[in-house]
């Protein structure tokens, strides 16, 4: 099943809905709405089958993940013969990012990606990514929709784009092998890091990792397809910059797989239904492998065989805002 | 105000509910129960009541923290002359984390630990310390309540704590001044960071910054204190392990102020009620700065003026789990 969150305008404004995606047949299911439907015809009163739907089917995808078995089971039974009142034509919707996740765990797992960046510095992989899968955390609450624009921080001159793959766990985990991963693997998206290139450099040069350089956006969706779905191993990956191909790769090229993404980000943490690790750029995936950046009205679209197609226009630079003054050292202790 | 969560039983299980604290009186006062009983004195049913006091004080501190001076003004009310039903000695209440942050960005602002970290490898504080206020983000789903016990993860042989300030965003905010940023501030707490030193160090190298060197536990509490409250300029810090005092400071000491850190969050993102920021370790805030490590069962005792004594217990090291096979570097492109 693919699933995904759109828009839609209520009495008190815009409200989340959670949706199965049927591509081939050009609609989605609002969940919602089709299982209330359903209640209501096996004698609920509307206000009751309301508020049961809207418990199984709620706005936050992680929440309805995190209900497991009974959250998949319902959608499958409320998407299978759906009343027209709870379909939309697919043209129509409004997208909103498909998972609200608690936190971003963003892995490099592609080396061809790792020595494409340091090799334009005139340097080769360091030397750690071969020890153990490195990871940072983006902030999970700027994540931009589908089709939204991405917002250019003031502080940057250099936006690029990167073409990664989410992965959405489904089920509580800690310590376990990377046989066991699979099974906490809901299904994956797709994931664009944007990233101030400027800014990311110094960040890293200070060990703290990026920060600055990619908190402001991270693109995701426009579905999270169900991992029976698709062979993780074997995804296509392709970036377009205004309809030019920049990027092409596959998930057959990681360095750490999939299993061991999940298992290494569960060691001494357990994981909760709704978290979300990036896969890490593939190889050719951003612009500054090619030397190239991102201008303001550029449209990004990364696609991935069977996740679809996640397109974002590039926003004009904020206007300039305030930043620290340097300091001077101290040496006074 | 002083507030703070706390586990109570319920039919379903353990619980949290939000309290206030008052130290002085050795005691907490349970603002749902308060509110509850002054909505019934006011003719509101039992039902109804627990309804509406259940959505002013949820059981999450960042939800409640969000309805602005509506939560400020409602917790003063409710605390003001409570029911003896709502109070609690302070001695039998079991903590909770007094916040559930969304996101935690960590700090690093004051020079003094930076360079004793740096002395202790031969090494001086990196240039970008000065450039701006470098952070990382911790995992928000691990937080540890006031006296609970410390997991030890199964892949790191040296414990550590750092003693910080905890900052709680109040208000919604982005590309904000120093001097507007003191307004979103909601109040601040204590944090333990605590550190798995050997993993801590390959992981900032790798330019990537700390990950399963931070993530696996962050202590918070017991209480946050309004801003009102205290002297953010002039907090004394110390920290004692085992009873004995290993460390000793004061927010004086800040390299980049409290404004500074809010602003510079705000940079490029909107900040968003109940977000945590943490201010780095103080100088001398470690055991690492000491050469000294923590061992399983150790008691960590961190105390800020005006915010109580955080304190928990080191657990005993994990069984030994899963780790990642290195991988040999392929030139194969």
Redo the contacts between chains.
Sequence with gaps: MKFARIAVTGVDGEEARLVVVQPEAQRVIDLATAWRLRLERRGATREAARRLAAALFPASMSAAIALGETFREAAAEASAAPAEEAVHPLESVRWLPPLDP??I?DF?AF??HV?NMAARQGGS??P???????????????IVAPEAEV?W????HHLDYELEIGLVIGRQGR????EEARSLLFGVTILNDFSARDVQG???????????GK??ATALGPWIATCDELDLDDLTMVARVNGEEWSRGSSASL??KVE?LV??AA????L?PG?LLGSGTV?TGSGAEHGRSLQPGAVVELEIGGLGVLRNRIGQP?PP????Q??????T?
């Excluded at 340097?326 to 040496?331: F, G, H, K, Y």
């Design positions: 608690p936190t765990r490099t080396e061809q020595r992989v360091f750690e990514f071969y020890q153990r899968p490195p990871y940072f955390k983006i902030n999970p609450l700027t917002p921080p003031h502080y940057t310590n376990v092998s990377p110094p960040e890293m040069s200070s060990g703290f990792g990026p920060a600055k908190d402001f360095t750490w061991e298992a290494y060691c001494g943490e357990t909760w978290e190889g904020e805002g305030w930043l620290p340097p300091r001077r050292s101290s040496a202790y």
